[in-house]
């Protein structure tokens, strides 16, 4: 199965307005990449606009942003999370968190009102950013005894992948990543050295 080995997303955090009948929305785009990192963030936004009535929010993650979520924050079900959302899939983004801050100006604005503030202004935090692709890659810990040193760092050089992390005291370890629709081939070239154990680290 050939895996997606680019997404997109937002390049840095960015803002969009909309304004309709004295209710303010601030749309607020993040890269984001799990629920502890969008905790963050939100809690954050919810500082710096305390005095807010809403701060309604989606997100997906994940590299076929298989992981996902809305919340309306107390709107009408429906009128804020998934107008969102369906801004973040309309721009094919991933690994991204949306949030809306409404300041309400005193008149309601009904379901259909809402679902277009708050898609309009996650819009134009969309718009107002940078989109970015990025390459996705398979990250891996390969341990190795010294004996097997010359073939392990061959191999990683036939297939030109950078190291980190290098440890080289009783035993060796390192840190590589690869194409995410090599990695298997590579990984299992790896494993024909004896010592060799492999720690994977996620793809990402």
């Known amino acids: 199965m050939i895996l997606n080995s680019k997404y997109r997303t937002v390049k840095k955090e960015t803002e969009g307005l909309y304004k309709e009948k004295g209710s303010k929305f601030i749309g607020l785009a993040v890269s984001c990449y799990n629920e502890e990192e969008a905790k963050v963030f939100l809690e954050n936004w919810n500082r710096q606009h305390h005095q807010a009535r809403h701060l309604c929010y989606a997100y997906k993650f994940g590299v076929d942003g298989a992981k996902y979520r809305a919340n309306d924050d107390g709107e009408p079900n429906n009128s804020a999370g998934q107008p969102i959302l369906g801004q973040i899939d309309s721009f094919e983004l ?88 090599k990695a298997a081939g590579i990984k299992a070239e790896l494993l024909k050295y004896e010592s060799v154990k492999l720690i994977e680290k996620g793809v990402y």
């Open 94 to 181: 991933t690994n991204v968190l949306i949030g809306v801050v409404r300041y309400y100006g005193g008149t309601k604005l009904g379901v259909g009102g809402l679902i277009n503030a708050y898609r309009t202004a996650a819009k134009e935090a969309i718009q107002n950013g940078i989109i970015v692709e990025l390459e996705v890659y398979d990250w891996v810990d390969v341990l190795f005894d010294y004996q097997d040193m010359p073939h392990v760092m061959n191999l990683l050089k036939k297939h030109n992948l950078t190291l980190s992390n290098n440890e080289f005291e009783e035993s060796c370890k390192l840190t590589t990543f690869m194409d995410v629709n």
